[in-house]
């Protein structure tokens, strides 16, 4: 192995009454990549984000954190993530530059993180406007841009692209990529859409029914989908997915600009 692993979980479990959340889930995230998990609506996603964050306790299994365990009354490695869990919330009635203000100052980052993530996040037009009047997807930016605030080393997104077009899509996925490649950010992103991680993740584990079905580097990922398209694509499956492509390369020219 040779990056440290930031996210280590050995035998993580989750129940609900007769339904198994998260079942005796082994992962390991190192420093540095970019880790999708991938699964449909219900497969346990969000719960396991919960308890990466230490937001609820699991039944059994652990979770370590920069090698620490997650233990909510010592919280000192949470200055460390930053985090976006499903439904985003922000205060409604300040402003974006507000909102962000006031997370600044919770986290201790340095005044200049504002002026940053309002730039990172393309929020630049919508910086005085308040953010429950904000469209989904800029509420959506505002998320993401108070998790990055505090220059967190480990980043926990539950669905971030939820809400985004696909431009906003591929603008995250660069910012995300950025800050992997150049700050060596580790990333921990759930998602239901393979395409919106399949060009982003090192690594994507596969997540069913609580437990992890497979786990696929790049180079297996670029592989399996070839082995498969071969196999199983018809003619009119591969000429539907080329035209959704063109489409919208052609829907993506004719709305170029930026995000207001
Ligand atoms: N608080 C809860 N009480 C009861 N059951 C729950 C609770 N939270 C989650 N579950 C159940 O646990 C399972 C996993 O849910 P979870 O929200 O983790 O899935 P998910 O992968 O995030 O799905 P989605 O893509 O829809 O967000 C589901 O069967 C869900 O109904
Ligand atoms: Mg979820």
Known sequence: MSAAAVVTTGGLTK?????IAVADLDLEVRQGEIYAFLGRNGAGKTTTIRMLLGLIRPDAGEVRIFGHQVRLDQPSWLRRVGSLVETATAYPNLTVRENLELQRRLTGAPAVAVARVIEQLGLSAAADRRAGQ??????????????????????????PANGLDPAGIVEIRELLRSLADDLGT??????????????LADRIGIVHNGRLVEE???AALVAAARAFSAEQLTEQQRADALLTLELERYFLARTDGSVQ
């Not at 129940?15 to 339904?19: E, K």
């Not at 469209?135 to 997104?157: D, F, T």
């Not at 580790?186 to 060009?199: G, M, P, Y």
Request: hydrophobic residues 50%.
């Open 15 to 19: 129940r609900y009454g007769n339904v």
């Open 216 to 218: 696929l580097d790049r």
């Open 134 to 159: 904000l469209s989904l997807g800029n509420k959506q930016r505002l998320a993401l841009a108070r998790a990055l605030v505090a220059a967190p080393e480990l980043l926990v997104l539950d669905e």
């Open 186 to 199: 580790t990333v921990f992103i759930s998602s239901h859409i393979l395409v919106e991680v399949a060009h």
